[in-house]
């Protein structure tokens, strides 16, 4: 398998829960924003909507290997900050799961980075 191949399929891995769990997002924003609230965060809406856009345009730019460093990078922010946020209660085996989890997503993410997203994007650059 061709090296542009596979960082194709690195990038939609990367980016499939991304996009699973943002898109839906749009349509109803606040039970998210009632969760942003109740860990604390201030304008919750808001934040709510950072995430949206992190996730999905973020998301989408990976995916198709646009400005793939710069998203990448935000990607990975985003996965150290919810580890940071929302996984922290570690006498919970799945929150520990889910702390280390986002930090493995996060080294893909600044992989990718270093990488590039190969021939087979919108950018083509190996």
Known sequence: MS???????????????????GIPLIFAPGGFAGFMGSIGLPAP???TWIVIAVK???GLAVLVGFQTR????????????????????????????????NFAIAGGFLALSVAGPGALSVSGRR
Do not use: P, Q
């Not at 090296?3 to 769990?21: E, H, K, M, P, Q």
């Open 70 to 101: 710069y998203a990448a990078y935000a990607l990975a922010a985003f996965s150290i900050g919810s580890a940071l946020l929302g996984h922290t209660n570690w006498a919970d085996m799945n929150e520990f799961n889910n702390f280390f989890k």
């Open 3 to 21: 090296n542009d191949l596979v960082l194709l399929v690195a990038r939609i891995f990367l980016v499939a829960l991304f996009l699973a769990s």
């Open 56 to 58: 999905v345009l973020g």
């Open 45 to 47: 809406m808001l934040v």
